[in-house]
């Protein structure tokens, strides 16, 4: 059957593909990769509107995210919180950049000030898409997800058509997507961070960077993944307030456990009553860095604490 050339696709040599070698790799060093979509997310006041605003900050100045991830390429970034007050968006902007030792007045972010925004609906994809296409941010932050649309979050379908749109923004507009995102109330305790998001599965499955924040006792932990890029190790974070005119994240440290003997202790916790796991169950669970848990199980393996079966590793004893 003969087709005409609107009815045959796009092809091109695998050769012929952009190389790595020359992509941008990073917007923010080990945090979100250039030209990504994705999540943060975490239960309510785990500080993710503090972190989106962290690194919009960082990537429209080039000033490290939470003092330690480098912005290798600036540029200016749009940002929308649908819940605070536009003097509290200044508020907490303002500190920041006092923090930072930066003027106010250099700062490119732009702030979206309408007071209802629906991207469920045409009227309102197209004017956002528009703002995108005169700013061209490098990045854009929305918060929250849950108050930009109103279709059901369990509905796949719907989910994944909000989801396309945008897709389409980063795709053809050439910037990163950043979506604030809430877990469930009754999210299970130890399983992947990602599971526990809010709505359809296909939020934490379209992401290509994603970023989760956990409350244990009175600190923070942060940890990401990345389709293209291994996750980064998690990190402590402490909202420091000390002088309310500079309030900020800081990293505080490396979690206890989460190197050396302590992560073999978890991978035994896991393996203990007889029950047998993958290495990507592990990895999972744990959310640990693959190369890293790769280095744990050898060393218990080598121990002869634990074993390899066709299901996955056993407690040998």
């Known amino acids: 059957m003969a087709m ?3 009815q045959v696709l796009p092809v091109v040599r695998v050769a012929e593909l952009p190389s ?11 945090l979100w990769c250039a030209h990504s979509v994705g999540v943060i997310g975490g239960a309510p006041k785990s500080a993710k509107t503090w972190l989106g605003l962290d690194m919009a900050l960082s990537v429209a100045t080039g000033t ?4 330690k991830y480098t912005v290798p390429e600036p540029g200016p970034v749009l940002i929308y919180l649908a819940e605070d007050a536009l003097p509290a968006v200044r508020e907490r902007i303002e500190g920041m950049a006092r923090y930072r030792g930066l003027d106010l ?7 979206i000030t309408a007071p209802v925004l629906r991207l469920d609906q045409d009227r309102d994809r197209t004017r956002l898409w528009e703002t995108v296409r005169r700013l ?6 929305l918060d929250p997800l849950v108050r930009l649309h109103g279709i059901d979050e369990n509905h796949a379908g719907d989910v994944a058509e909000l989801l396309g749109y945008f897709r389409s923004l980063q795709r053809q507009l ?4 950043l979506l604030v995102h809430h877990t469930r ?3 299970v305790e130890g399983v992947a961070a990602g599971l526990g998001l809010r709505g359809s599965g296909d939020i934490h499955a379209f992401g290509d960077s994603n970023l989760y924040l956990r409350r244990t006792e009175e600190r923070l932990i942060l940890a990401s993944e990345h389709r293209a890029a291994p996750a980064s190790s998690p990190v402590h974070l402490k909202l420091v307030a000390t002088d309310a005119a500079m309030t900020h994240l800081e990293v505080i440290a490396e979690p206890d456990g989460e190197t050396g003997r302590g992560l073999e202790e978890h991978v035994l916790d896991l393996l ?3 029950e047998v796991l993958t290495r990507t169950r592990l990895r999972d669970v744990l959310e640990v860095n693959n190369e890293r848990l790769g280095k744990a199980l050898e060393s218990l393996e080598r121990a002869g604490r634990i074993g390899r079966t066709p299901r996955g590793w056993q407690a040998l004893r």
């Open 64 to 67: 490290p995210c939470l003092g």
């Open 4 to 6: 005409s050339g609107e």
């Open 174 to 177: 050439g910037l990163s997507v």
């Open 185 to 187: 109330k009754n999210a």
């Open 20 to 30: 790595d070698e020359i992509a941008e790799r990073w917007l923010v060093e080990q």
């Open 272 to 274: 203990a009553q007889g």
């Open 136 to 141: 061209r941010p490098r990045l854009l932050v």
């Open 105 to 111: 007045d250099q700062v490119e972010i732009h702030v």
